[in-house]
């Protein structure tokens, strides 16, 4: 690489001919004034826009990613970068630029396929050090998208353990075909052996533990297919079992249907395990999953309305934009249509369940399967009356399984069936990403400001009840995939009250296990969450006024000069206090801002800094929007489950009754709306009706607040005036 940056050279790993090397060539068009900080309280999208423009400029990142270079100018202002744009960023890295040694934990990737796995936990904030795929295809796929630092490795039976670098979580999909059932199905129609007998992949989860006794890593994830625990009548699953307890390993494992994530229904086995002298306290059931049913067919489909995104890397080769139109090669023959019909009649005369699978735009899919480049059988496309259905295109595929658009697709369609039929949910991983978030880290914290502590807080082992009062205020602010011990606000508290941020970390996390929506199902809370948990917990719902008017006293009396801008998101006019207020009128605007400050972290945080209803995620255009009005419901004011996370229209058009949500979380469109016919309300209000709104990650909106809203505030609802 040009030291001047003027040419740089990057080398791409994986194809079994060895390295290919390929050139590009950059002009630099404008000086870069600024520069983004990338220390430990920055995420990875920011630290590769960091990198990112060492080798291009604004424009040319821009013009990359689809936005404007002054959207690209406001992020390096502000010092931070939407997480969906990680994949894009990474892309502009050449291979031979390793980023600095700051991620919050390091991961190795075994039988990594495409990459789905290693994008979820790369989106927490770790960073891949070592990638093994045999596989060339899959291997061309995750190199084009992963270009930065390191080569992927092949057959991992050849590997020695020992050269493995060392790692904080051990990520393997090991292969499913031997315990799937599918497989096992095809297997025994061929002769073949399967499970643990089969010789060339059955056996392959040996080497995973291999490397687990190797390395010792901190924990570990695993993923396979749902039969895996029936397998030879449960005995393949207790050998594996047995074999990761006897490595040291607490395992917790669980069933998780894709559905949930993404318009597919795709059941797959997670086994969690964390090293037993660790001692660590992990529960899946920290968190809720979103409900079956919100996203459908129509969520990943290619728009024929003229809003399909245009890709540089995609061109025309499954959409034709020209003509609005899903390329006609997907439509499936008449001889093969008629085939399959046939296919299905013969099944079903015969009282078996074999056919094709015909999917509408409010359909959740059968699980896509590596077979599914032969005929797409299990998923076809209504296309309407007297027209053939249609495959899903391998972009369509990608999305149902949780890929962004800026995911490439640079093999065939017949491989890129077989490989996204292989992979993992992207979004399904990330939730098991975020619950095992706070226990990933061992690194030292970074060095605070030293505070002096009243001795009252402190104590030799026991929470305090001040503790945790903190404790909570901050929970209740912090984004879920944000509670692990190098969250900077986290370590500045956990100095203050005289705890670890490790332990501080699981308190929070602790505190996520008593969220009703886990409780109320019947789930039980992580067993470390003690009584005086519970009553914190409790004394907050009582009075979410007074314990955040408490919580800031106690931080302003035990830290008056606090380094961590509590702030930040909330710098509009209606926060600012007149310099020449004074005595009780400035306590009154004090509080007031205390109190607002508190319920819009705590709102912006549950729904991940994103509108509920539009995903815009620009924080200068995001409200903490009440269900049931500020003034309407005083205990309630500060509840964060008496708010939605709204973009400005959102939360204007939610406070006039012009919308509403029923208690399924959909949007309910007003008689008034649904009448006006201007092209504003027609592109981006009318397409809200019926669409589910984007749960949060704690403090999902009351029923008794939408009941509320409905009754008192929607339009269709109010008495003419």
Known sequence: MDVNGVTATYAFYGTKSGVISASYTRIKKEAMTTVLHTGPDTDLATRYLASAQRFHTQAEIAAHLGVTPRAVRHWVANQEVPQKYVFGLQRLLPLELPLEDNAAFTFIDLFAGIGGIRMAFEE?????????????????????????????????????????????????????????????????????????????????????????????????????VKNLMSHDKGRTFDVIKRSLDDLGYDIHTRIIDGAHFVPQHRERILIVGFRKADQITFDWNAQPLPAKGRHTIADILHRTDGSEPKQAWDGDRFFKHASGQVDAKY???????????????????????????????????????????????????????????????????????????????????????????????????????????????????????????????????????????????????????????RNPEIIELAKLIGRTADALAMKLVNFASLDPAITGTGRKGLSKASNLDREIWADFHADWEGLALECAQLREQFDPTSTVDREKEAKTDDFQIPDDFTGETRRVFTEQRIKQTFFRRAVLASYRGRCCMSGLSEPRLLIASHIVPWSKDKANRLNPSNGLCLSAIHDRAFDQGLITLSDDWKIVLSEELRKRDEPFVQSVLKPLEGRAIEIPDRFVPDSAFLQRHRAEIFLDNRSPR
């Open 124 to 224: 927490i904030g770790g960073q891949c050090v070592f990638t093994s795929e045999w596989d060339s295809y899959a291997q061309k796929t995750y190199t084009e998208n992963y270009p930065g630092g390191h080569m992927i490795n092949g057959d991992i039976t050849q590997l020695d353990a020992q050269d493995i670098p060392d790692h904080d979580l051990l990520l393997a999909g090991f292969p499913c075909q031997p315990f799937s059932i599918a497989g096992v199905s095809k297997k025994n129609a061929l002769g073949r052996a399967h499970g643990f007998a089969d010789e060339t992949q059955g056996t392959l989860f040996f080497d995973v533990c291999r490397i687990i006794e190797t390395k010792q890593p901190r924990a570990f994830l695993l993923e396979n």
């Open 331 to 485: 439509t499936l023959t008449d001889k093969l249509w008629a085939y399959l019909q046939g296919y299905a009649a013969k099944y079903k005369a015969a009282g078996n369940g074999f056919g094709f699978g015909l999917v509408y735009p409010d359909s959740v899919a059968r699980t896509l399967s590596a077979r599914y480049y032969k005929d797409g059988s299990e998923i076809l496309v209504y296309q309407g009356e007297g027209k053939n259905p249609r495959r899903l295109t391998p972009r369509e595929c990608a999305r149902l399984m949780g890929f962004p658009d800026t995911f490439r697709i640079s093999i065939s369609d017949t491989q890129a069936y077989r490989l996204l039929a292989d992979a993992a949910v992207v979004p399904m991983v990330a939730a098991a990403a975020k619950l095992m978030a706070p226990s990933l880290t061992t690194r030292e914290p970074a060095a605070t400001t030293s505070v002096v502590l009243p001795e009252n807080i402190m104590s030799s082992g026991r929470w305090t009840k001040d503790q945790l009062k903190l404790a909570f205020h901050l929970y209740c602010q912090l984004p879920f995939g944000k509670l692990h011990s």
